[in-house]
């Protein structure tokens, strides 16, 4: 008959705590549920998951457009690498019984340093102008020391 009480108090003691467990947690899961609500609708009380999903969309459609932009810009950025976008003059005196600097040299290169450089040699009884292509910086034909400067000034340039 002991054994019969002491089963029947332990149950009870058990029955007892299980109880209270289930009391702390019931209290912990109303706390947890009433963050997840709160968090559900915490932005004009829309839903978190209708946001995500909109915002989810929107990136996905920037993503198509910047694919598109840069399926466009690859050609544009190689046509204008091929450009001429660099010029570089200079001025100098030909010769001494020239009164001022009226010949120059003028270089219009492109990013990979190609293009071409004039020259124009000016004296009392004429003047004459010279063009030399340029490819990758250098020339074919020999170069005067101010064409080799503004051809060196025009590859100096910021590149893309």
């Not at 209270?20 to 839903?47: C, N, P, V």
């Not at 009226?102 to 293009?115: I, K, M, P, R, T």
């Amino acid at each position: 008959m002991s054994m019969n009480w002491l089963a029947i108090g332990v149950l009870a003691f058990l029955t007892v705590m299980l109880l209270i467990i289930k009391i702390f947690l019931y209290s912990k899961m109303k706390k947890f549920q009433a963050s997840y609500i709160s968090l559900q609708t915490f932005m004009d009380g829309q839903q978190m998951d209708v946001l995500l999903d909109k915002y989810i969309q929107k990136v996905s459609d920037l993503e198509q457009n910047l694919e598109k932009c840069n399926e466009r810009l690859d050609p544009i950025e190689i046509k204008l690498r091929a450009s001429i976008d660099r010029a570089e003059i200079q001025r100098f005196r030909a010769f001494e019984d020239v009164g001022s600097d009226l010949s120059f040299a003028v270089a219009f290169l492109n990013q990979e340093g190609d293009g071409l450089v004039l020259s124009s040699i000016h004296s009392r009884e004429e003047a004459r102008i010279y063009a030399k292509p340029i490819s990758g910086g250098q020339s074919q034909y020999s170069l005067s020391d101010e064409e080799k400067d503004v051809v060196l000034k025009a590859m100096n340039g910021k590149k893309i």
